[in-house]
């Protein structure tokens, strides 16, 4: 089968690990990269493939299979309905829009066009996750009453983090709340639910910035259960998805630590380390009976390499989106909500799409 040509927007660092992952598959290959920066020239020349200034450009002269788009935030929808408009699947990164009114107009257009959009949110792909979310529907857990949750991790204040052309995470809207937590409300939708309403206090005490370094979280989901969450890049903590689950080896990783604990009237579950406690029998319930605990295998992969292969899928024809536009929009309007919480100390309510 004749690999799919992918052409990647944006030669950035998350472009770049997109580029890393097409030149891996075995079911794409890189066509172009698109980017009017100085430093593309570098990195095309180094791929051996052709630099566009433009996706106009990259359309009349050399038309892709697919088109990644790794652009900045606010380019997304535009850049976004260019492919739609050329006939061309797309997988736009995380978020699918900068607002999430602009964000709706994409997945609205791309529904009646018909088109092929995925989003970038790469955590579904995840074996871990994938396992965590069968292990639930068993219902070994029982009814879940809660989940507590935590992506507390140390942002680094050397490297150029927080300085020159990066001077924007200082301010508001560079935060955790809407930099990371977008991908902790995709993993708790998976493997809880629908999240219908949020309350959040948020600070900056530690860093002093103009936005917000740490969050604590209300979650109610439509299945009745509640959770908590702790939100920080400022904590020196290996309690976050990148330190435990091992898929991205730029980490430190910590394989004793959990990130979440889903919680059921029978029994727990951590996640990523699978630990599983629970009573094997409803009637002996009970804080002072023993739970059977065991640890349940699992395969590690990388998400990132996963989506690419599912991408070049939908491109084919195959298989439909695992991530859709719709799902990228639900995941942001409930990143919005606590956005909205932590500034006006209301609980807010989530509309589901």
Request: charged share 25%.
């Amino acid at each position: 089968m004749a690999r799919v040509r992918i052409a990647v927007a944006g030669a950035g660092l998350i472009g770049l690990r997109h580029i890393e992952e097409t030149h891996k598959s075995q079911s794409a290959r890189l066509s172009a990269i698109v980017d009017p920066s100085p430093k593309a020239a570098e990195v095309s020349s180094k791929e051996g493939v052709p630099l566009y200034q433009s996706l106009d450009e990259l359309f009349a002269k050399d038309r892709p299979d697919g088109v990644i788009l790794a652009t900045p935030n606010q380019l997304h929808v535009e850049q976004g309905l260019q492919c739609i408009r050329a006939g061309i699947p797309v997988l736009v990164e995380k978020p699918v829009g900068h607002t999430l009114e602009e964000g709706k107009r994409l997945v609205e257009t791309a529904e009646r066009g018909n088109a092929k959009l995925l989003v970038g949110h790469h955590r579904p792909h995840s074996p871990i996750l994938h396992k965590a979310v069968e292990i639930v529907k068993s219902g070994v857990l029982g009814p879940i009453v809660g989940v507590i949750g935590s992506a507390v991790f140390y942002k680094p204040d050397s490297e150029g983090y927080y300085d020159g052309p990066f001077a924007w995470r200082k301010e508001p809207g560079g935060g955790p709340i809407l930099l990371n937590m977008i991908h902790e409300v995709g993993n708790l939708r998976a493997m809880v639910g629908e999240i219908v309403a949020v309350q959040a206090f948020a600070s900056n005490a530690t860093r002093g910035f103009k936005v917000e370094d740490t969050v604590a979280i209300n979650l109610r989901f439509a299945n009745g259960a509640l959770g908590t969450f702790l939100l920080s890049d400022t904590a020196a903590s290996p309690k976050s998805w990148e330190q435990t689950s091992q898929e991205n080896k730029a980490y430190a990783t910590y394989p004793d630590e959990d990130a979440y604990v889903i919680i059921g009237a029978s029994g727990s579950l951590g996640v990523p380390t699978m630990r599983l406690k629970y009573y094997e029998k409803k009637e002996e319930r009970s804080w002072y009976k023993p739970f059977k605990a065991e640890t349940i295998p699992f395969e590690r992969a990388d998400p990132l390499a996963r989506q690419i292969e599912h991408f070049a899928a939908v491109i084919r024809g195959d298989v439909k989106p695992l991530v859709t536009g719709r799902d990228g929009l639900q995941n942001l309007r409930v990143t919005d909500a606590i956005a909205e919480a932590a500034k006006s100390g209301k609980t807010v309510e989530v509309a589901v799409n």
